[in-house]
């Protein structure tokens, strides 16, 4: 019977700098995934590539274990040794892959719990598997499957509430003054990285005006250009304060930049309009003191920070329940495979019984086609029929039954109640008296089998 | 009737009053869970809400048909300035997350109802002429849009003390909150409304207290003048200086204060007959 596993590396078991040396280009994935399927005993694969994890999903081929050759190919794909990355490899089979697969769909095995980007990532990776033809009915199943999971986890916890980085809060704080960002003025006021990252964050939520000042009129330039913004020269910070909405603060500077001096000037020009201050340089570049003007919300980092740890407090007390739900799903889908195992069983079963049945059918009709019968005959006719398909039907279990070694036999009558629903009477007992106001047993040729020795199903 | 009843409620509560106690009680109930986090009951709070609003309506609607109408009297408008700001506060919840505004709003609503239905009715007002229903009806409705308006002034003073003393997790941010500027525009639009109302409704008082011949030096007066100082203060402010935020909230707050110690003296008054 064919499984699932995993077999990948991620941030909880290797650094970035042993991660970087397995990752996979986007151009490199489909190749990759071919090969594998090509030449090793992987019937179905799926390989994801972040910078957190390099995943193979997939199912082996029958009766074989794929897991050992996936960890060589993935360590040879990038001229690795097995043995370099034996023991931050790890790999998973069953149930316990498929709980790991709605796990990171659910953002659980994320470094940030819940965070977006992966669902994103792994959609993007199934769809490669598609176009490559690597995907196969179970993978397939197991990854929508798993969206599915990752939907519910998000829906039904708190898992994905509240920012979870900086960038993030101080968009959620600016927010909570002015609601929708759109139309609103951002003024970034250095070009350090995290004030890049924020002001990206704020005008993805809908700030349309982003200007840049910094000391260094070539460094604001450089900025504007990668943030879509406008670079204007520090002498004017006076006046762009007056016109901006957001401040993001990061300059490298050792003194405060915005003053308490300067911002009554500013409050007053501004008519007190509502302005926000991101301050997240270190050391600090607004005083604290202009946060007692009206209207102006001052934030430095470690208000951020503490609205980080918060939400991921929150996140993680979120991942509880959350995890609850992976396990029911993965039992759920467990059982789903299982029930996968029998419907070849199912299907034979279902093609043997409508073959007996289409063949005695047919020599009845040919039978009754050929001269007219009394309704009486015809009855006859049908009655024999039903009586045919029924004793050629029982005809296999019951050898089965009868011929069985003794150690089995008893087995065997139990697995036929079970499946048939019977409850067999004793001998000699009132059901077995077929009393007179029974109607007649149609099947005097299954109750001769019962109690003779059986003959072969070819001479019935 | 007995003559200790006829003086007690002027008409019968009507069934509709009874349906919208137990709607207010509920909604408050339902908005104070929302706040305590069961956030899906959000949708089941503001049913609520809708629904007391609907037999608030009905009630009053009941006793027009009962020959008592909003404008007959102190009791009877305090009973519709309750009606407009529950209204107020639902048309507001469509637009604006104002879980915090609810809670407060629910429970004020309620009180002022059975305030006005089960208080005393006094002896039934002399000489009102029309002069005097419209007075009466204008300066209700002025009063209950500064209500609203206040209502979101002290969601507003919530929030951004709230912000200022960074307790992001704060009662106010329970269920997320309304963002400020919008509290602040809001409040200011619907004293926008709210004054030129209430100027009108002085104005035809004063008319109607003089076609009556009565002196102006009751308590009541003065104080209503200075409701109206107070709004009218923040207007100019508001558009000469820019006035904007936690001062405009407090002065609106000081406003409404005045306006309701108005309606106090009014209902006191009129309870003792």
């Given amino acids: 019977m064919t499984e699932l596993f995993v077999v990948g590396i991620s941030w909880r078991t290797a650094p970035v700098a042993v991660r970087e040396k397995l990752a996979f280009r986007d151009e490199e994935l489909a190749g990759a995934l071919q090969a594998m399927t090509a030449e090793l005993p992987v019937a179905e694969a799926l390989l994801v590539s972040t910078c957190n994890r390099v995943e193979v999903y997939g199912v082996g081929k029958s009766g074989a274990d794929p897991t050992g050759p996936v960890r060589t190919f993935l360590a040879a794909q990038r001229g690795l040794a097995a043995a370099d990355v034996a023991d931050v490899l790890y790999d998973h089979r069953g149930t316990a892959a ?63 509430r509240g920012a979870a980085n900086v960038s993030t809060v101080a968009v959620d704080l600016a927010k909570r003054v002015f609601g929708n960002l759109s139309g609103k003025s951002v003024l970034v006021v250095g070009a350090g990285k995290m004030s890049t990252l924020a002001a990206r964050h704020l005008h993805a939520s809908g700030a349309q005006h982003i200007i840049v000042t910094n000391r260094s009129p070539e460094k604001a330039e450089a900025l504007a250009a990668e943030i879509d913004g406008i670079a204007r020269p520090w002498a004017d910070l006076e006046r762009l304060l007056v016109d901006a909405d957001v401040v993001i603060s990061s300059t490298g500077a050792r003194e405060p930049i915005l003053t308490r001096a300067l911002f009554k000037r500013v409050t007053k020009a501004r008519r007190w309009r509502q302005l926000v201050v991101i301050d997240i340089a270190v050391p600090r570049d607004a005083e604290p003191a202009i946060g007692e003007f009206d209207g102006v919300y001052v934030f430095d980092i470690d208000d951020l920070e503490k609205v980080v740890a918060a939400n991921l407090a929150e996140r993680a007390k979120a991942a509880e329940h959350a995890a609850r739900i992976v396990e029911h799903e993965a039992g759920q889908f467990e059982h789903w495979m299982r029930t996968q195992g029998v419907v070849p069983t199912i299907r034979a079963l279902r093609e043997r019984f409508a073959r007996v049945a289409d063949a005695e059918l047919q020599k009845t009709l040919d039978q009754l086609a050929r001269r007219d019968h009394t309704p009486a005959q015809q009855r006859e006719v049908i009655q024999r029929l039903v009586t045919l398909v029924v004793n050629k039907l029982l005809h296999q279990p019951t050898i089965a039954l009868r011929e069985a070694p003794p150690d089995e036999a008893g087995m065997r009558a139990e697995i036929l109640c079970q499946l048939f629903d019977l409850s067999p009477a004793e001998p000699g007992s009132a059901g077995d008296q077929n009393g007179g106001d029974e109607p007649r047993d149609p099947q005097p040729a299954l109750d001769r089998e019962i109690a003779e020795p059986a003959p072969s199903e070819e001479r019935q | 009737m007995t003559d200790a009843a006829d003086r007690l409620l002027s008409v019968a509560p009507s069934p509709a009053f009874w349906v919208a106690v137990v709607a207010y009680t509920a909604a408050t109930a339902a908005l104070l869970a929302v706040l305590g986090g069961h956030a899906r009951l959000r949708p089941l709070a503001l049913a609520l809400v809708g629904a007391a609003c609907l037999a608030h309506g009905a009630d009053i609607g009941w006793r027009g048909t009962q020959d008592v109408h909003p404008a007959q009297s102190v009791r009877e408008a305090l009973g519709f300035l309750s009606f407009i700001v529950t209204a107020g506060y639902l048309l507001a919840s469509t637009r604006y997350r104002l879980t915090l505004g609810g809670a407060a709003v629910m429970p004020v609503s309620l009180v002022l109802l059975v305030v006005a239905r089960l208080t005393p009715a006094g002896a039934a007002p002399e000489d009102l002429t029309v002069l005097g229903r419209i007075h ?39 269920d997320r909150g309304a963002p400020l500027e919008a509290l602040d525009r809001l409040s200011h639009r619907l004293i926008w409304v709210g004054f030129p109302i209430f100027t009108v409704a002085l104005g035809l008082g004063a008319a109607w207290m003089a076609r009556r011949g009565e002196s102006l030096d009751r308590p009541e007066y003065p104080l209503a003048a200075v409701t109206w100082i107070f709004y009218a203060a923040l207007l100019v402010a508001r558009q000469v200086y820019g006035w904007r935020g936690r001062r405009a909230a407090r002065l609106t707050l000081a406003g409404f204060a005045a306006a309701l110690l108005v309606l106090a003296i009014y209902l006191v008054r009129r309870m003792a007959g």
């Avoid at chain 1, 798993?146 to 939907?151: E, L, M, S, Y």
């Avoid at chain 2, 204008?138 to 969601?155: D, E, H, Q, W, Y």
Wanted: aromatic share 6%; glycine share 8%; with cysteine.
């Fill in chain 2, 136 to 174: 009466i009806s204008l300066a209700t409705v002025g009063v209950s849009v500064f209500a609203l308006a206040s209502a979101l002034s002290v969601i507003y003073l919530a929030e951004e003390r709230a912000l200022r003393r960074k307790r992001f997790d704060a009662l106010a941010f329970k």
């Fill in chain 1, 98 to 160: 498929v709980r790991h697969v709605f796990s990171v769909a659910s953002a659980l095995d994320s470094l940030v719990l819940g965070e977006a980007q992966i669902l994103g990532q792994l959609k993007a990776a199934y769809g490669v598997a598609n176009a490559a033809g690597t995907s196969g009915p179970l993978l397939g199943r197991c990854l929508e499957r798993a969206f599915g999971v990752a939907k519910r986890v998000r829906t039904e916890t708190a898992i994905a």
